[in-house]
């Protein structure tokens, strides 16, 4: 949507480092989510970073806040093949209602 | 647990048909949504339901409607289909309005 964007497609190689970008213009959303969709399935929540918050750090993935820029990203560390999928940047803005950006379609290579 | 189960998994669909898009969750989740997914276009938000008894418009309402009679039922319908609602259809809860939604597999529907 055109409230939360993202770029359409990445590509790396395996055991590189992923980082997907999101940018955003309502700033009132109170968490700020990621998402990943497998081939043929749902949306299963990933990650999400709260609103006061610049970093979060889980595991492999890595959520950074701009909130001044209203930039967010998602660094994956050592991308594998079972990586690949889409990824979505979602918020609640108005009236709490979840908004998502279009996807970024990761591609692993090995 | 089942979560959150979404019927048919796909359909294809005479144009000028209604169908009923079935989405219920065993989680007691107060609110519940219906997405509609598209190529380039990500998820944008159909319908919504903060409770039981209450619903809302999204994002791109027209030609959809939704009822919520109890907490675990949230069906969407469309009254006369068109080829432009050919999508995937995803239906999702949340503990509540401001929490992380949880989605079901989705419905593949094909208007024709």
């Known amino acids: 949507g055109e409230d939360v964007e993202q770029s359409l497609f990445l590509s790396v190689r395996e055991g590189d480092s992923s980082v997907i970008n999101c940018t955003y213009t309502?700033?009132?959303?109170?968490?700020l989510y990621w998402y990943k969709q497998e081939p043929g399935a749902g949306l299963q929540l990933l990650t999400y970073i709260f609103s006061n918050m610049d970093m979060k750090q889980d595991q492999r993935l890595t959520v950074l806040l701009n909130k001044k820029d209203k930039h967010l990203s998602l660094r994956i560390a050592d991308t594998q093949t079972g990586d690949s999928a889409i990824y979505f940047c979602?918020?609640?803005?108005?009236?709490?209602?979840?908004?998502f950006g279009a996807g970024t379609r990761l591609t692993v290579k090995p | 647990t089942a979560g959150i189960t979404q019927a048919p998994t796909s359909q294809i669909l005479a144009a000028g048909r209604s169908m009923t898009l079935r989405c219920t969750q065993d989680?007691?989740?107060?609110?519940m949504y219906w997405y509609r997914q598209d190529l380039g276009l990500g998820l944008r938000l159909i319908h919504y339901?903060?409770?039981?008894?209450?619903?809302g418009k999204g994002e791109v309402p027209d030609g959809y409607s939704v009822s919520r009679a109890n907490t675990d039922d949230f069906p969407l319908t469309l009254a006369s289909a068109v080829p432009s609602q050919t999508s995937v259809y995803f239906c999702a809860s949340s503990v509540r309005e401001d929490a992380e939604a949880f989605f079901g597999q989705g419905t593949r529907l094909t208007v024709v």
């Open positions: 989680m007691r989740h107060n609110a």
């Open positions: 979602a918020g609640r803005f108005n009236n709490n209602d979840m908004r």
């Open positions: 339901s903060n409770t039981a008894g209450t619903t």
């Open positions: 309502d700033s009132s959303s109170t968490y």
